[in-house]
């Protein structure tokens, strides 16, 4: 696609101006794509290593700057160049993050430090040190007045320095990195539907979202730094501390508990927050308003309904059968399918939480790991394939939906 003029005049502007600053720096820069053909160089790139023209303009071949380089001695007597450039080539291919200091053919000293850049490519930066060798040299002749010992301390300390910097520049804008990151995932959680918080060992808040789906009962806007029992008064918090202290324990646990202030229904999640050491140092939360699901009740015929189609299916709820629609032998049904078959036929096209399972008065479940076994039977009575599922699907994290429509009759 052909750009327009001003945009195109834009970009040869920012282009000319991205030029002009990078001249005005004291080191020679060069950036590569992963393609290892040149991006961008400055003047003092092609002045410092003495390159021809073509060499220090965009599209010019890593490989054969290599080459030049090598050819004109820049780096020593080289007895095969062919090679000295394919392990050159390779080495910038694998986009290491590096730093050296060399010698070069003309007497001078340089430091390279080059870098990976998270769009692909990598970007290079040449210092010219030579009077900073020059200065540790002359340390080194006066040995009748310094140790041996303290002048290798001293030049180990000036590499370490000039190295250190470099890092310092690399975390810096890898800490601008982590903010936008962080600034993203704040504005996640901050549009997220629900409550997410975290409390630490000593009930406290150290983070919300400010969804909390009721009213803090000491008033406060900003849940940080208040106990769980100042945010959520004492009626509220002795029907979530047991799963909370659970979850301090290691547990996961799941609580549902009525707002004393309206009635509504709120389901509250709490799930360790463990470290590297697999400590626990905390509990997130996950809070939600469920009134209007646990009021949601299906429609007399499938309460009562005895047979049900759906999609090639008929199940025959008085006799625990299962018929295809080809009319082949019927699958017999044990009376917990067929609890969690109804469970699902009453409720479809919808997300039914496993809590919402669990909580189904004709389900009776031990453990989540016996739900997980139910629902893999009743999927292969259904020839449902579990890893890609036509009927049952599962959403990771959330529940169940099955999809399918469904015919009741009397």
Do not use: C
């Amino acid at each position: 696609m052909l750009q327009s003029a001003d945009t195109f005049h834009r970009s040869r502007d920012t282009s000319v101006l991205l030029r002009s600053g990078l001249n005005l720096i004291q080191q020679a820069l060069s950036i590569y794509s992963d393609d290892l053909t040149l991006t961008v160089a400055n003047q003092r790139f092609r002045a410092m290593f003495g390159l021809p023209a073509h060499l220090a303009e965009p599209g010019a071949s890593f490989s054969e700057t290599i080459r030049f380089l090598a050819e004109t001695g820049e780096y020593g007597e080289i007895s095969d160049v062919g090679a000295f450039v394919e392990e050159r080539v390779q080495k910038a291919l694998n986009f290491e993050q590096h730093y050296i200091e060399r010698k070069r053919a003309s007497g001078r000293w340089v430091s390279v430090e080059g870098g990976p850049l998270r769009q692909g490519g990598w970007v290079t930066v040449y210092t010219d040190i030579t009077d900073i060798k020059r200065q540790e040299e002359m340390l080194r002749t006066r040995s009748d007045e310094l140790s041996g010992r303290l002048l290798d301390r001293s030049e180990e300390l000036a590499r370490t320095n000039r190295a250190l910097e470099a890092t310092i520049s690399r975390l810096h804008e890898t800490q601008q990195h982590l903010e936008v990151a962080e600034a993203r995932v704040r504005l996640a959680a901050e549009t997220t539907p629900a409550h997410i918080a975290r409390l630490d060992l000593q009930e406290r808040y150290t983070y919300s979202n400010q969804r909390l789906p009721l009213p803090a009962a000491n008033g406060a806007s900003d849940l940080v730094g208040h106990t769980a029992h100042d945010i959520l008064g004492a009626t509220v918090y002795q029907q979530i501390a047991p799963a909370l202290h659970s979850a301090f324990a290691g547990n996961a646990k799941v609580v549902e508990f009525s707002s004393p202030h309206d009635g509504r229904l709120i389901r509250s999640a709490f799930t360790p927050d463990t470290n590297s050491s697999n400590a626990v140092t905390g509990a997130y939360v996950l809070s939600m308003d469920i009134t209007a699901s646990k009021q949601d009740t299906p429609p007399s015929p499938e309460a009562s309904g005895t047979v049900a189609k759906f999609g090639p299916w008929m199940v025959k709820f008085e006799l625990f059968e299962l018929h295809p629609e080809d009319g082949s032998q019927p699958e017999t049904l044990t009376l917990a399918e067929a609890a969690l078959l109804r469970f699902f036929l009453t409720r479809p096209n919808r997300l039914l939480t496993r809590q919402d399972i669990f909580d189904a008065p004709d389900i009776r479940l031990e453990s989540a790991r016996a739900l997980d076994v139910r629902v893999s039977r009743l999927r292969q009575k259904l020839g449902d394939d579990a890893k890609s599922p036509k009927l049952i699907r599962t959403i990771y994290g959330a529940g169940y939906i099955f999809v399918s429509d469904v015919e009741w009759q009397g």
